[in-house]
């Protein structure tokens, strides 16, 4: 690490009261050569954060051009420092989170020579102030922040917060507009809501029927983008397929159970039900109570051990799943691409949706993809 002090005027301030060396490269001509301000040649520096791993390197080589380092701090500056990207992910009983939350966990030996630490963070679900708040918490430390969003003023200013202090987020499984987001990893959650309403139409056939809805939160983009998708669905190509509610179960097994059987008294007559978010178990203990498993269209998102067993024993007819590897890679390769300079989503595929059903179950949790 290189001590330096900027005066007023972009000169180095000598240390310890000595008198600056005549003939010797400055900060100032540092900053000229490289495009940067002298502030922010001083905190590369002195490897304070705050400053894109691209700008860094350019100092860094302006450094190195006019001799400013000695060869063995310069070869240490310049070596790749470790990663560190941090993922905030909502607590509570959705499984699927949970287990993209145990993939991130688990991948410490597979990222490592890739120079990533990766650690990941459940915090209350529901809670854009406490979403804001781990925003900023975790952006004073880490290299990038991924995290699954929710529509609201306080998250979009924590994101452009980030933002100007050189500190990308990427959205996951549910994005958010109007803010300086570098990325987005997940579904294209309108094609999922329509896929879900061509699939439900077709095991329910022609005739009239009555489908409900019960979604997380409509705070999360991607539920409401799956209610819209599935409701422009039926509205084009299944007139006769009637909504008759959406409610919200907080991807909550408990509050699903109560909204599904709450349905079931409303509408005797119900023949489907679309649940949008978590908290699958809930519904699928619904209907058993009622005998309705064998009668009620099922249909839902996220292949876990307790979907797949309820595909299994009949209660759910089709999943809507993407695999928790390819968001991990995803992410890492949008924040590699941000710090090598690159466009932000350069080599990144689009997630793929896959319908599961009982009879095309694969060996492993998920497909291989």
Known sequence: MVRTMVDDNGRDAPPDGAEEQRGLPRIADIARLSGVSTATVDRVLNQRPGVRAATVQRVLKAAA???????????????PKPMRLAFLLPAGDNRFLNRLGETIRASDARLAPQGVRAQVEFIKSFNPDLLARSLFQHGRKADGVAFMALEHPAVR???????????????????ILNCRRAGYVGLDNRAAGRTAGYLISRFLGHGPAKVAMIAGSLSYRAHEDREMGFLHFLKENAPNVEVVGLREGHDEDGKTYRQTRMLLGLHPDLAGVYNIGGGPEGVARALKETRREREIVFLGHGLTPETRSLLIDGTLD????????????????IFGNLRAGRPPMQG???????????ENLPQGLLPDS
């Open 65 to 79: 051009e006019l001799d400013y380092l000695p060869e063995e701090e310069l070869h240490a500056a310049l070596a």
């Open 157 to 175: 200013e924590a994101v452009d917060a980030l933002a100007e202090r050189g500190v990308p987020a990427v959205t996951l499984i549910s994005d």
């Open 318 to 333: 089709a999943v809507i799943t993407q695999d928790p590897r390819h968001t991990l890679a995803a992410c890492v390769t």
């Open 348 to 358: 990144v595929e689009t997630p793929r949706g896959e319908v599961i059903f009982r």
